[in-house]
């Protein structure tokens, strides 16, 4: 079987002694899961009593998808097809020799937050299809269980991924990283697209330039930048322009904080001169009475009145609450009537959400930003607003922090102190009346 180029480069990392962890493709066509099927059934012929692990975010989707795929590596490789037997019901491939594969479902299920599910299993390595449609956690639960016979053959321990390109932990964790030319020694990413491999139809890339721009950017020409997601609120074009909104006209000062919860998270503060952020400060670990002493500091440098600063009182925020006797801002009360009328949100920060994604879209909003690290963290935030359940009826919903927070890793700190300033457009106007 002929390999491509790029397939032969992650082959070498596939066998070395380093590398661990190793991403494949960021685009269509670009032979990832063969490349996968292709190693499986090597490992699994060499070293026998071994286990392995196939998955994806649906088991469903992985046995009429990636597993076609390994039963077509099969054939061209010319074995003799008594040397493996497929148990659909154990959806488990069983060699002669003793080694076998398991095909699991990696979907993160509500139910099964912590993947228990996947329990002690122990596996000498495992390939992953598509894992931009698997959150991280996944990922490093099954990267835990391989532990199984390595010792024995000598072997080190290996995670291979494929994926497409995708706004989420993947571009974090690999992506960026590998562009920046920041890569860990033991992580590899490397990028396969349909113009890497020879061996596919040419009607395949006909299909694919009759997608749409966003879409023929991803699949067809390895673009990361773009997202295809119809969820997202703030399109990129806007994310940068909050960076360069100059024209943004001064205002009232008001100040937001995001308050660290258990020491997990950082608290966020964020001074604003209308809609222009002035200041901001973060203190990765913090008391209480810290949070509250530099808020406190802050306003008084900016003269803002306690009136104009509000907390995210969800958890220890409470407590700088009621030290400052500020406002308090909860996630998940009901949405705020608009000129008298009830709304169609499902919660407080759904509807700040919603409108501070809308004014950032009409570049109204600005915040001058210099540190590189930081614009990044908050780009990769933005990114993440999206709509919640956009094909059903009923009140407008964003996608939860927890979720956000699998997607990227960490907790999107920026954006909720960004957000909460809508809290203020949304008070009705105080009319003094004389006689």
């Given at each position: 079987?002929?390999?491509?180029?790029?397939?032969?480069?992650?082959?070498?990392?596939?066998?070395?002694?380093?590398?661990?962890?190793?991403?494949?493709?960021?685009?269509?066509?670009?032979?990832?899961?063969?490349?996968?099927?292709?190693?499986?059934?090597?490992?699994?012929?060499?070293?026998?009593?071994?286990?392995?692990?196939?998955?994806?975010?649906?088991?469903?989707?992985?046995?009429?998808?990636?597993?076609?795929?390994?039963?077509?590596?099969?054939?061209?490789?010319?074995?003799?097809?008594?040397?493996?037997?497929?148990?659909?019901?154990?959806?488990?491939?069983?060699?002669?020799?003793?080694?076998?594969?398991?095909?699991?479902?990696?979907?993160?299920?509500?139910?099964?937050?912590?993947?228990?599910?996947?329990?002690?299993?122990?596996?000498?390595?495992?390939?992953?299809?598509?894992?931009?449609?698997?959150?991280?956690?996944?990922?490093?639960?099954?990267?835990?269980?391989?532990?199984?016979?390595?010792?024995?053959?000598?072997?080190?321990?290996?995670?291979?991924?494929?994926?497409?390109?995708?706004?989420?932990?993947?571009?974090?964790?690999?992506?960026?990283?590998?562009?920046?030319?920041?890569?860990?020694?033991?992580?590899?990413?490397?990028?396969?697209?349909?113009?890497?491999?020879?061996?596919?139809?040419?009607?395949?890339?006909?299909?694919?330039?009759?997608?749409?721009?966003?879409?023929?950017?991803?699949?067809?020409?390895?673009?990361?930048?773009?997202?295809?997601?119809?969820?997202?609120?703030?399109?990129?074009?806007?994310?940068?322009?909050?960076?360069?909104?100059?024209?943004?006209?001064?205002?009232?000062?008001?100040?937001?904080?995001?308050?660290?919860?258990?020491?997990?998270?950082?608290?966020?503060?964020?001074?604003?001169?209308?809609?222009?952020?002035?200041?901001?400060?973060?203190?990765?670990?913090?008391?209480?009475?810290?949070?509250?002493?530099?808020?406190?500091?802050?306003?008084?440098?900016?003269?803002?009145?306690?009136?104009?600063?509000?907390?995210?009182?969800?958890?220890?925020?409470?407590?700088?609450?009621?030290?400052?006797?500020?406002?308090?801002?909860?996630?998940?009360?009901?949405?705020?009537?608009?000129?008298?009328?009830?709304?169609?949100?499902?919660?407080?920060?759904?509807?700040?959400?919603?409108?501070?994604?809308?004014?950032?879209?009409?570049?109204?909003?600005?915040?001058?930003?210099?540190?590189?690290?930081?614009?990044?963290?908050?780009?990769?935030?933005?990114?993440?607003?999206?709509?919640?359940?956009?094909?059903?009826?009923g009140k407008l919903r964003v996608v939860p922090k927890e979720d956000v927070k699998a997607n990227i890793g960490r907790s999107p700190d920026e954006w909720d102190s960004i957000m909460m300033r809508e809290w203020f457009e949304l008070q009705p106007s105080s009319v003094m009346m004389w006689g």
């Open positions: 079987m002929k390999l491509t180029k790029k397939q032969t480069v992650a082959t070498k990392y596939l066998a070395d002694k380093t590398t661990t962890e190793i991403l494949f493709g960021g685009g269509a066509g670009g032979a990832k899961s063969s490349l996968g099927s292709l190693w499986l059934i090597d490992r699994c012929t060499r070293f026998p009593g071994t286990r392995w692990l196939m998955g994806r975010s649906r088991l469903k989707t992985l046995k009429e998808t990636t597993l076609n795929t390994y039963f077509d590596i099969f054939k061209k490789l010319d074995l003799d097809p008594n040397i493996h037997d497929y148990n659909q019901q154990k959806s488990t491939i069983y060699y002669s020799n003793g080694s076998e594969i398991l095909l699991k479902d990696l979907f993160h299920y509500p139910s099964d937050p912590h993947y228990d599910e996947l329990g002690s299993l122990e596996i000498t390595g495992a390939f992953l299809d598509e894992v931009n449609q698997i959150d991280e956690k996944g990922w490093n639960i099954v990267k835990s269980r391989i532990r199984y016979r390595l010792d024995e053959y000598g072997l080190t321990p290996k995670i291979l991924g494929s994926c497409n390109p995708t706004k989420n932990w993947v571009y974090s964790r690999f992506y960026k990283p590998w562009k920046d030319g920041t890569l860990p020694e033991y992580r590899k990413f490397v990028q396969a697209l349909l113009s890497d491999n020879p061996y596919i139809s040419e009607h395949y890339r006909e299909n694919l330039l009759t997608l749409d721009e966003i879409s023929k950017q991803r699949l067809l020409f390895g673009e990361w930048e773009y997202d295809d997601d119809p969820r997202t609120l703030i399109d990129r074009d806007s994310i940068e322009d909050y960076f360069k909104n100059q024209h943004v006209e001064p205002g009232e000062d008001y100040i937001t904080a995001d308050i660290a919860r258990k020491g997990r998270d950082s608290t966020i503060i964020r001074v604003w001169d209308g809609f222009t952020v002035i200041d901001r400060k973060e203190m990765k670990i913090s008391l209480i009475t810290e949070s509250a002493a530099e808020i406190r500091k802050l306003a008084n440098m900016y003269k803002v009145p306690m009136s104009q600063v509000i907390v995210d009182e969800d958890g220890i925020g409470s407590g700088v609450v009621d030290i400052l006797e500020c406002k308090g801002f909860v996630n998940n009360s009901r949405a705020l009537d608009e000129q008298g009328q009830s709304v169609n949100y499902d919660s407080l920060k759904a509807q700040c959400t919603f409108k501070m994604a809308g004014r950032i879209t009409r570049k109204e909003v600005y915040e001058e930003c210099t540190d590189v690290g930081l614009r990044e963290r908050i780009i990769q935030e933005m990114e993440q607003v999206k709509q919640r359940d956009i094909d059903k009826d």
